[in-house]
């Protein structure tokens, strides 16, 4: 059985996503790891994304340096969380959406940066997902690439813990326990990355 997933992807005119190809590793090390693909939309040569994610604990920040043709879409997808109880619930909110399973392990993917004007949805599927018959994947949509090489900066959370989640009245609060997870990206295009509890990283250029 396959497990149904909404990986990173450019979007053709029709909305089919650009397939995932070969990656490329770039580098690992410690809490963070890089790796490029070329993503081909229909009658195109391909464009470069490059990816770095860096892990912290149950926090997930993804950099995406993304080529794209300006007005394409781009779409990137969180954890898929599955159930046999039944569908996950989902909620969504300005450039965030979660999918919360009945025992309250939820899924969360947030914007922080680049995804201006973005849409929040969740798929839900049925007999797709090795881990339960019912299952969910929050994700987000880019309406327009602006052209070039364009910085996108998301959090993606997995958690069964109430103080990282949030609460459902609020779609989930990805700044849970004080300060949350905030980006700053430089002029030179270096990522700064603080952590709820403080913890910062560098994604160089």
């Avoid at 159930?83 to 619930?89: A, E, I, R, S, Y």
């Avoid at 070039?148 to 989930?172: F, I, Q, R, Y």
């Amino acid at each position: 059985m396959k497990t149904f997933q909404l990986p990173f992807a450019l979007l053709a005119p029709d909305g089919t996503p650009t397939p995932r190809g070969r990656i490329h590793p770039l580098a690992a090390e410690g809490p963070r790891a890089a790796s490029w693909h070329r993503a081909v939309l229909p009658g195109g040569e391909g464009h470069r994304i490059e990816s770095v994610s860096v892990v912290h604990g149950p926090w997930e920040v993804r950099v995406h340096r993304v080529d794209a043709p300006p007005g394409t879409p781009v779409r990137e997808g969180g954890w898929a969380v599955a159930d046999d109880t039944g569908p996950p619930l989902g909620r969504t909110g300005p450039g965030r959406a979660l999918a919360r399973r009945a025992d309250g392990l939820t899924s969360t993917i947030v914007g922080l940066h680049g995804w201006r004007d973005a849409g929040a949805a969740v798929a839900h599927a049925v007999g797709a997902n090795a881990y339960g018959h019912h299952s969910a994947t929050p994700y987000l949509t880019l309406p327009a690439h602006p052209g070039g090489t364009h910085v996108l900066v998301t959090l993606v959370v997995l958690s069964a813990d109430p103080e990282v989640n949030g609460g459902l009245e609020t779609n989930g609060d990805p700044y849970a326990r004080g300060s949350g997870t905030r980006v700053r990206v430089a002029v030179s295009g270096e990522v700064e990355i603080r952590f709820p509890d403080g913890t910062r990283e560098r994604v160089p250029r």
